[in-house]
């Protein structure tokens, strides 16, 4: 089975309260930057052959340096993003699509997108995505909210309805899909004008006939957001390495 990759990586962080236009992927945590701990899980992921990058202008040279550095040979290219992050998926679609054009070998059977700033996704749960996606033509990891989740009332200070909790879920990237659904649902977004929050919202909207299959994880593949993120990430980095050591 072979995947690719794209990672999206070019937020500016603004809930991260950052000065200077400073990007959040490269906070560091446990030593290295948190982008470091996307690309190093990609790289050691057995389903991912080749891994697209889309990030700010002037985080490219960085990208590149930590490329040759840390020997991350996966990488195939390190591009500008969009606007919108969905603008920088497309940027890669189309890089993709020109990669397959010009390559001998066959397209992939899954392209994976993933947020740059999940550092803590695992080499084993790439692989199983992968191949969920594959098998289904689609795959999202998810975890089962902790708290109720509310509807806002009309009078927007006053609660609504209460949501029925165990059939909800909080949507976490890789999500996967069959190559060609993937490249379809963008081209169909961007000639439409269509933005949805994720890659999946695109799928369900063009394709409403394929299922996409849930993948449960944990709950140590969080999105670096905000400024307390940082903390909780440096504990389950100590876990996760304490783990691998045992």
């Not at 990672?7 to 236009?21: D, E, N, P, T």
């Not at 996966?74 to 020109?98: H, M, T, Y």
């Not at 993948?215 to 390495?241: F, S």
């Given at each position: 089975?072979?995947?690719?990759?794209?990672?999206?990586?070019?937020?500016?962080?603004?809930?991260?309260?950052?000065?200077?236009?400073?990007s959040k992927q490269?906070?560091?945590?446990?030593?290295?930057?948190?982008?470091?701990?996307?690309?190093?899980?990609?790289?050691?992921?057995?389903?991912?052959?080749?891994?697209?990058?889309?990030?700010?202008?002037?985080?490219?040279?960085?990208?590149?340096?930590?490329?040759?550095?840390?020997?991350?040979?996966?990488?195939?290219?390190?591009?500008?993003?969009?606007?919108?992050?969905?603008?920088?998926?497309?940027?890669?679609?189309?890089?993709?699509?020109?990669?397959?054009?010009?390559?001998?070998?066959?397209?992939?059977?899954?392209?994976?997108?993933?947020?740059?700033?999940?550092?803590?996704?695992?080499?084993?749960?790439?692989?199983?995505?992968?191949?969920?996606?594959?098998?289904?033509?689609?795959?999202?990891?998810?975890?089962?909210?902790?708290?109720?989740?509310?509807?806002?009332?009309?009078?927007?200070?006053?609660?609504?309805?209460?949501?029925?909790?165990?059939?909800?879920?909080?949507?976490?990237?890789?999500?996967?899909?069959?190559?060609?659904?993937?490249?379809?649902?963008?081209?169909?977004?961007?000639?439409?004008?269509?933005?949805?929050?994720?890659?999946?919202?695109?799928?369900?909207?063009?394709?409403?006939?394929?299922?996409?299959?849930?993948?449960?994880?944990g709950y140590h593949?969080?999105?670096?957001?905000?400024?307390?993120?940082?903390?909780?990430?440096?504990?389950?980095?100590?876990?996760?390495?304490?783990?691998?050591?045992?």
């Amino acid at each position: 089975m072979s995947s690719y990759a794209i990672i999206a990586a070019s937020g500016v962080g603004k809930r991260m309260k950052l000065q200077g236009g400073l990007s959040k992927q490269l906070l560091e945590i446990g030593g290295f930057p948190v982008i470091y701990h996307t690309l190093s899980a990609f790289e050691r992921a057995a389903s991912i052959k080749a891994v697209f990058i889309a990030t700010k202008p002037e985080s490219i040279e960085v990208l590149e340096d930590m490329r040759n550095r840390y020997g991350f040979s996966k990488i195939q290219a390190i591009i500008p993003g969009g606007k919108e992050r969905q603008d920088s998926v497309f940027n890669c679609i189309e890089l993709i699509e020109s990669h397959i054009a010009e390559s001998v070998v066959s397209p992939p059977e899954a392209i994976l997108v993933h947020d740059g700033a999940r550092p803590f996704i695992q080499p084993s749960e790439i692989d199983e995505i992968a191949s969920l996606s594959s098998k289904y033509g689609a795959c999202v990891p998810a975890t089962k909210p902790k708290d109720t989740i509310k509807y806002i009332a009309e009078d927007p200070e006053f609660f609504g309805e209460t949501l029925d909790r165990s059939r909800l879920l909080q949507v976490q990237t890789p999500q996967g899909f069959a190559s060609k659904t993937l490249i379809q649902a963008h081209k169909h977004a961007r000639l439409e004008q269509c933005y949805a929050t994720d890659d999946a919202a695109l799928v369900e909207k063009f394709f409403p006939e394929q299922n996409i299959k849930i993948y449960e994880t944990g709950y140590h593949n969080i999105k670096i957001t905000t400024p307390e993120d940082i903390h909780l990430a440096e504990a389950i980095h100590t876990k996760l390495q304490s783990q691998q050591e045992a």
